[in-house]
């Protein structure tokens, strides 16, 4: 019996949380594992701890899934590299007894007193593994497809391997809709969204001799478009594919002097080492931090140490 479900076994209530600002791997995971609990332990009770989910993945919303209960007897970290990055939800692990953290980032801190913690595309591809596949039903595969899309940038990334593909094949064998989960969760954007982008787009900056891509998102532009941090989904990915660039910078200002900094690169730079040394964390071409600062002054501490690695 896997560590999920060995502790799955030994609790009566069970919180489930992923990190602030969820994304797709997030949300699948924490959604993936909810519904499973919820098919096979119909004894146990459940609740699920991220912030709010974002209009694409309304598909893997359950009313029911966002509870509260006084404790818990298991708290599951799902996709989350360090306490911090909880959230809220790091009052409700505070207060458990027994915590399991599941991740597939390099930089997890082991956090928990236990821990399954690998090298893998997805935090959802790790927990396919940690499941028993004949419980599974269409509603767990689309959670946990959603994952693993989403962390492979639709099986685009380097993390993307022949056991990812297997995996997703055999999700897609429950006769989940596959194209739809892409398009709608994916694509898909909102025409707010595709202002936004647009503006991200033609204001960008190529730095150090074309190989970098910077745009920054300013407070007052937010506000303009009414949008919220998700309506910057996909900007990033768009800036990295422009020809000639090795990483693209998205700088996010959340509040005045304080930036989220997402970084992606194509071949050489590994973005994680220079996230972990501002205090954040990722993989090796998508990661991300917080840097406090002037936008210029963030640029120029970022490029100092992509310039390092690309000698």
Aim: glycine content about 10%; proline content about 2%; aromatic content about 8%.
């Amino acid at each position: 019996m896997s560590k999920l479900l060995s502790a799955i076994e030994k609790a009566e209530t069970i919180a489930i949380g992923g990190h602030v600002r969820p994304d797709g791997d997030c949300i699948g995971s924490c959604m993936g594992l909810f519904r499973y609990i919820k098919k096979n332990y119909r004894d146990k009770q459940v609740c699920v701890y991220v912030e709010e989910i974002p209009d694409a993945f309304d598909y893997l919303k359950e009313e029911d899934a966002f509870c509260e209960k006084p404790s818990y007897d298991l708290f599951i970290s799902l996709d989350c590299g360090d306490e911090e990055r909880l959230g809220d939800a790091q009052k409700v692990m505070e207060k458990t007894p027994y915590v399991l953290n599941i991740d597939h980032h390099i930089t997890n801190t082991k956090f928990g007193n236990e821990t399954v913690v690998k090298e893998a595309s997805s935090t959802c591809e790790i927990l396919y593994g940690l499941m028993e596949e004949e419980k599974l039903d269409a509603g767990i595969a689309s959670a946990l497809y959603t994952g693993i899309i989403h962390d492979t940038g639709v099986f685009k990334h380097s993390n993307t391997t022949k056991e990812t593909m297997e995996i997703a094949g055999k999700l897609i064998a429950f006769g989940i809709p596959f194209g739809k989960i892409i398009d709608d969760s994916f694509y898909r954007k909102t025409y707010k969204q595709l202002q936004i982008m647009g503006r991200c787009l033609m204001e960008s900056v190529r730095i150090m001799d074309g190989r970098c891509l910077f745009s920054i998102v300013r407070q007052n532009v937010m506000k303009l478009y009414e949008a919220k941090p998700s309506d910057l989904d996909g900007i990033i990915d768009e800036m990295r594919t422009t020809e000639g660039v090795e990483v693209a910078i998205l700088l996010d200002e959340r509040e005045p002097g304080e930036f989220k900094v997402s970084m992606r690169s194509n071949e050489i730079v590994d973005v994680s080492v220079i996230a972990r040394y501002f205090g954040g964390g990722g993989h090796v071409r998508a990661a991300g931090c917080a840097i406090k600062g002037s936008a210029f002054d963030v640029i120029n501490n970022l490029t100092g140490h992509i310039e390092k690695q690309l000698g």
